[in-house]
């Protein structure tokens, strides 16, 4: 069962983003966070939603709406905190379901667990090739949290950023249990990576309809 929460955080807006306001649409993501049991999904979402770390969470899926304004502009966060599946032959399995609600993907594991890293390696190839398939290209970003446990790590730094490479995609280490900062930042970098796939497929839409109004315009030319 997903439970959906709704949650609304609002800053103070100057009246130049206020006037501002009035031009720019409201941006809505989905934003999918994936991984391994015990890696920080959790505590990741809670801590960008109320700034706090609480230490324990239970194992709950849940959908939180997330209301805030970035640069003057609305945004609507909408967080799926997913439940990784126990069983060895669906670890790392994404649902068609997830796949298609996601505007853009956390991908979580913690620095002192190396299985939490080779499950965020099997989705990170599952996701891939699946947007191969649907020709989709919502971006991903890996995070390995609990960089407070430097004492128990088992996955280096580079193994991450190399992973990430490899996918093309961004990484970032981070401890939810120490700071709010590396949390908001992995929050407000996934929302830019959106947008920006989201101006390069209106872009590329644009330019076919260009190609298509050109071709047209030849294509009379022709028969007249
Ligand atoms: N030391 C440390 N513990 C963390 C950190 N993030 C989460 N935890 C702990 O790891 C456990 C699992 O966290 P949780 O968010 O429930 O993981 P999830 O199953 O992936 O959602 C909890 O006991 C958290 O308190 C972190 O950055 N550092
Ligand atoms: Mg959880």
Redesign the pocket.
Known sequence: MVVQVESRIRYSSSSSSRRMEAHQPKVEANILLL?A????????TVRFLTRRFI???G?IESIYTHHDKIDGRDICFNIW?SICPQNIEELGHISDRQLQWSDGFIL?YSICDRPSFEVVRRQVQHIRQAQQKLSSSAPLIIVG?????QHRRAVSSEEGRLLALSADCDFFEI????AYHGVLMVFHELLELIREARALKKGAAGFRGIVRSMSAVFGRKRTE
């Not at 401890?175 to 120490?178: D, F, I, K, T, V």
Request: cysteine-free.
């Open positions: 991984g049991e015990n890696v920080g999904k959790s505590a990741l230490g324990e969470y194992s905190d979580v949290n609990k960089r407070d446990l401890s939810a249990a120490e």
